[in-house]
């Protein structure tokens, strides 16, 4: 008879028993040294209170505030900048010569035109996210930003997310080793969304809010290049909210694999977990939607339990705008550059079409987000 497995390996001495030291990493957002530029905002939508309020607390200089609705970015001024300038045309509000860099947070089919606006006029441009609706878009608006001399991030706020950063900042020190696994498991009430634009978003799930997911995969597997994306999506029990609720993915590498759940139809508590195996070390978070901060960091020589400070908002905005004000200073490509998002667009867009096929997807040659990602 052979022995059972689940006994032998609970009887087994873990390689990390002994408690660690907690490594102290660089996971919260960061400011330039002296650049203190003035920052204009287009588009003053909901998302936009988390932006100034971050922006206000890293001490950064918001001079200018544009919306086709004055009354929206009149209500933002009042409540976060009053000595800012109010415009309706984003393109009065590049022509100030006092403006370095402009934070872009409308929709993305608005958005592309107002960044090329923005790179042509000679500003630094931070891109809301999901940065475009096709890769060849970005890439162009990459190859322009490049010819401008100037530099193009994306608001991949999800990145400075305190358990997030912590996460990739781990596995930058090596602490980890290879990355073998990422798993990722979301329960939350994404119906908020009932009546809004974004109810007409086919694949709002997938697309709008998977986004951040895709590129912190991106981010933990390094360069690493993506064999396959398969997905699926699936409307739930009692749902009365367009769009399906539910969504999965698994992204294969050659030697490696990524899985990540969404169930945004979840009425009763919230959740978020996280959990990444490598050659060296293994990483879980747990704990509330977009706020998993139990934390163990396992590795070779031992366990530990950080304990992070801040959450996604306002961290999250704030480190997104601090690396691109912090690159610019240093005269080097920011992390969440346009180019390096666009590796995240790709499994997004692989995943999409995946969704709508049924089949796996190799990321790249799904070029646009394609019919159900704009609303209508």
Same mark, same amino acid.
């Given at each position: ?10 009887? @087994?001495?873990?390689?990390? *028993? /002994? =408690?660690?030291? !907690? ?6 957002? %960061?400011?330039?040294?002296? &650049? ?103 890439? @162009?608006?990459?190859?322009? *930003? /490049? =010819?401008?001399? !100037? ?6 706020? %999800?990145?400075?997310?305190? &358990? ?213």
């Amino acid at each position: 008879m052979s022995a059972d497995p689940g006994a032998k390996a609970s009887k @087994a001495r873990p390689r990390s *028993a /002994r =408690r660690m030291a !907690v490594p102290a990493l660089p996971y919260a957002p %960061g400011k330039p040294r002296r &650049y203190r530029p003035a920052i204009g905002l287009i588009g003053c939508g909901g998302i936009t209170g988390q932006h100034l309020a971050a922006y206000r607390q890293q001490g950064f200089r918001v001079v200018a505030l544009c919306d086709v609705d004055a009354a929206a970015a009149e209500r933002r001024r009042a409540e976060f900048c009053p000595r800012a300038e109010v415009y309706t045309d984003h393109r009065r509000l590049l022509e100030r010569g006092d403006v370095d860099v402009v934070d872009i947070a409308t929709h993305p089919a608005v958005r592309v035109g107002q960044i090329r606006d923005a790179l042509r006029a000679g500003k630094h441009v931070l891109s809301q996210k999901p940065f475009v609706l096709d890769l060849a878009t970005g890439e @162009a608006l990459v190859a322009l *930003a /490049r =010819r401008r001399g !100037v530099r193009l991030a994306v608001n991949q706020n %999800g990145r400075w997310a305190p &358990y997030v950063s912590y996460a990739r900042q781990a596995i930058r020190r090596g602490l980890l080793g290879d990355v073998a696994s990422v798993d990722m498991t979301l329960a939350w009430d994404h119906t908020w969304i009932r009546g809004k634009a974004f109810e007409r978003i086919e694949h709002v799930i997938l697309y709008d809010f998977a986004i951040h997911w895709f590129d912190m995969v991106a981010c933990f597997f390094g360069g690493r290049v993506p064999r396959s994306v398969f997905a699926g999506v699936a409307r739930v029990p009692g749902q009365e909210i367009a769009p399906p609720m539910s969504a999965h993915a698994a992204v294969r590498f050659d030697d490696g694999l990524a899985t990540l759940a969404f169930h945004g139809h979840t009425r009763f508590g919230d959740g978020e977990r996280m959990t990444i195996t490598g050659t060296r070390g293994s990483y879980w978070a747990r704990g509330p939607i977009c706020a998993a901060h139990e934390v163990r960091l396992c590795a070779d020589r031992g366990w530990c339990e950080p304990r992070l400070k801040g959450h996604w908002f306002p961290e999250g905005m704030a480190g997104a705008m601090g690396e691109l004000l912090i690159a610019i200073e240093e005269g080097r490509e920011p992390e969440n550059s346009g180019e390096s998002n666009l590796r995240s667009l790709a499994l997004c867009f692989a995943a999409l079409q995946s969704a709508r096929t049924g089949r796996p997807v190799v990321p790249g040659r799904a070029r646009k987000a394609g019919p159900g990602c704009v609303p209508v």
